[in-house]
């Protein structure tokens, strides 16, 4: 036990470790510290991914998952001897002493090339927490929602709080823009204040993240001799790499600009936009399958809530609990409401789209020397990777995985509604842009 498995990282529902043996990592729900379990089940995970996401996300970004029986000891190993490496903002959750089992995926912090590949430095693995990528445009929204983002107004919030020291300047506008130079931009105010939204691993060790940085941190130095700009233009053509069979269900999506954003680039309409088919691309595909205000919202919670008081079999009916496989699809219930079955529809689509908002991505990347080969970006390469050229004609082998896709409880709706106004309230106050 001691030499298989290691801490690798955790979010707000699951704690992840690693075995090196095996090239595999194993996901464990948390609970609260009282025991009780509020995140959706492995189960549901597992079901959400597999029989519902696989419609709006191609196989290229999705990573192969399967229920498995935790070893011997895992659990206590966690609780005890890992339980210094975990940050202490996150030490408010435990895992599950009663757990039994996982879902275990492969290790993203590596790759494996081909035999014909001469594998030359380290594997990096950034990991992004893209956020929501769209203002929003429906008639419910706001003026101010639809010309500040989410993510840069909620930052006023969490500074407040002491959730965080001080602000990140990220935007995710400009990381959805498929502009190179605004994406790169947003990369560079990530690595600058990571929060919880960036960090990077080299051969599956983390080296940058927010509770490593200190005043003699930098960027160049947790990278050895790679080079920053290189790997960071790398990791842009990597997340506009497109898969050229997704057929994506909303078109080109439309440039914004956030007033709240510190980039001054300005773009060019007819070039700046996102491949179609690459992965930020399909996030905002599923981002975009609902656009309603959280007032809307509400009214939608509360009919949906008053028809499951009245009649117990409804929920279970509509699957609001899963199954997923054909969750946006009404039941033929002949009795229901048409009201209460749009409100319905609408707080899935919601939750479809929450879902999408709070997901990660992994770009991993590897420099290959393919002296004497004749490889391009369109030749074959193992499974799910691609190649890269990089500005300065070096190859990379890199992989794109989007990962967190977890369903959204429908219980959950009340916080993400409260959450909302206090995020937009609060950034009245205290912000001179809001005026």
């Not at 339980?83 to 408010?92: D, I, K, M, Q, V």
Request: with cysteine.
């Amino acid at each position: 036990m001691e030499e298989e498995w290691c801490y690798r990282g955790e979010g707000n529902a699951s704690i992840v470790v690693a075995c090196a043996k095996k090239n595999i990592v194993y996901r464990i729900k948390k609970v609260e510290k009282d025991g009780t379990i509020k995140a959706k089940s492995n189960l549901d995970v597992l079901d959400f991914v597999k029989n519902f996401m696989k419609s709006f996300i191609s196989f290229q970004f999705l990573v192969p998952m399967k229920f498995v029986k935790l070893p011997d000891g895992l659990i206590e190993k966690i609780q005890t001897s890992w339980r210094r490496l975990r940050p202490e903002y996150r030490l408010c959750k435990n895992v599950d002493c009663a757990s039994v089992e996982a879902i275990e995926m492969p290790d993203l912090c590596f790759l494996y090339p081909a035999d014909t590949c001469q594998v030359i430095s380290p594997t990096y693995t950034f990991e992004i927490k893209p956020k929501w990528g769209l203002l929003p445009v429906g008639e419910s929204a706001s003026g101010l929602k639809k010309s500040n983002c989410r993510f840069c107004m909620h930052q006023f919030l969490k500074v407040r709080d002491e959730k965080w020291s001080r602000r990140s300047l990220y935007c995710p506008i400009d990381l959805f823009s498929g502009c190179a130079t605004r994406m790169k931009y947003a990369l560079c105010k990530l690595h600058s204040c990571p929060q919880n939204n960036f960090c990077i691993y080299r051969n599956g060790q983390k080296i940058w993240c927010d509770e490593s940085l200190d005043e003699k941190s930098t960027f160049e130095n947790c990278l050895d001799s790679a080079s920053t700009d290189e790997l960071l233009d790398v990791v842009v053509k990597s997340l506009l790499y497109p898969d050229k069979g997704y057929n994506s269900t909303t078109g080109l999506h439309t440039r914004q600009l956030c007033h709240l954003s510190s980039c001054e680039h300005l773009c060019n309409d007819e070039c700046d936009r996102l491949s179609a088919g690459c992965v930020l691309s399909q996030i905002l595909d599923v981002q975009s399958v609902d656009d309603i205000d959280h007032e809307e919202l509400h009214s939608h919670f509360i009919k949906a809530s008053h028809a499951f008081s009245a009649d117990s079999e409804l929920r279970r009916l509509h699957n609001i609990d899963g199954p997923y496989s054909h969750w946006l699809e009404l039941p033929l219930i002949d009795s229901i409401d048409p009201d209460v079955a749009y409100s319905i529809l609408k707080i899935k689509k919601y939750l479809v789209s929450r879902s999408a908002k709070d997901c990660s991505i992994l770009i991993t990347v590897q420099l290959m020397n393919l002296e004497g080969q004749n490889v391009s970006e369109d030749s074959e390469s193992p499974e799910r990777t691609f190649f890269i050229t990089s500005d300065i004609g070096n190859r990379y082998l890199c992989c794109v995985t989007i990962i967190d896709l977890d369903p959204k409880s429908f219980n959950k709706i009340p916080t993400y509604i409260e959450e909302e106004k206090n995020v937009v309230g609060y950034f009245l106050e205290s912000s001179p842009a809001a005026l």
